[in-house]
């Protein structure tokens, strides 16, 4: 079995952003010479999400709104997370609806994907520094 | 390591379904010849889901039910994403709540499952063929 | 190939609860002796979620309220599921959005978390034995 790890960094400069990831993971993919395996890809920090869907900048608006009516970010002192000195609580809550993680197939060297999927972070605190983790396993 | 890579299409008569594939997806990973692995399964459109959860039509229901109420589909002018001439917005909606993929332990062989799992297909969008992805990974 | 295999068994006294079962995960990883590999970790049943989020009390007092809110106990006849004899519908649609599994990298005989990453048990149905899966594969 082979492996190979490795890590993005994000600093958007707005506290939500969509931002798709999909050639710097196929860049992976097939840096690691492996032809049949699994690709983990997920968000290293708690307030941003990895997901798979349609590279579609009006459904990215949708899932915006959406996402703010379902976990409004204020008044943040509706959520008892905020009486730590955080103002993230929606973020928390945002990114547990759009996930942490995807599983892709790696087959014949590269991510075997359907017509449209494309990989996404999601960023719902943003303005820092945080990473993604993409680690690819198999022969 | 092995691996076995298959894929499974569907087209449902109506916009929305739920589909139990256990069946499917058992017939693959005994076929497989794996005994201690990981089995992927994703939907490869994304507008439809993988999940695991109860075989009891009243819960599916009371599923379609609740993510009608979370992302509508009508009115569709509603969406953004809409404007492009597509109607499905609601769908890329619900298939996040849903999720993507299960990831299933491969244990002695067969799948390992608490006594109420089951794998459903979950379409949002339907009355096409979409389809479905199986990896088996392991020895 | 390495692979390893454990169950983890809960029973809280209450219906609902969050439970970090991050050092049990890691117990296990790191007596599997596995140095790069995924472990997978999943709930058995369909009325409880593993997910990996915030160690902070007060976020997931917000976790309980907002899913209480997505998905209400009561009344429990707005379900066609309890027309079964069951209660726990609701415990079926909150573990939806607060997910069945994740998928953690191992690197260099660890869980390769970012900063705050902690991996939660989430108890929807509680109250009886319920079993959670720790299978590890790699080398």
Redesign the interface.
Known sequence: ?K?K?EYLTFNTNTRRAYINITPDVRKIVEGSKIK???C?V?????TASI????N?S??H???DI?LER??PHAPTDR??????GEDN?DA??K???????????I?KGKL??????QIFYGEFDGRRDK?V?V?V???
Do not use: C
């Not at 959520?79 to 730590?84: G, I, Q, R, S, V």
């Not at 990114?95 to 197939?105: L, N, S, T, W, Y």
């Not at 075997?112 to 999927?117: I, L, N, R, S, T």
């Open positions: 079995m492996s790890t049949e395996g699994l983990l997920n968000a290293m920090h708690i997901f798979i869907n349609d579609e009006g459904l608006e949708d899932f959406w379902a976990a959520y008892k997370h905020n009486e730590t609580a928390h809550l990114r547990q609806i759009m996930g942490r993680e995807v599983v892709v197939a087959t075997d994907f359907g017509p449209w999927e990473r983790l680690k396993i198999g022969e």
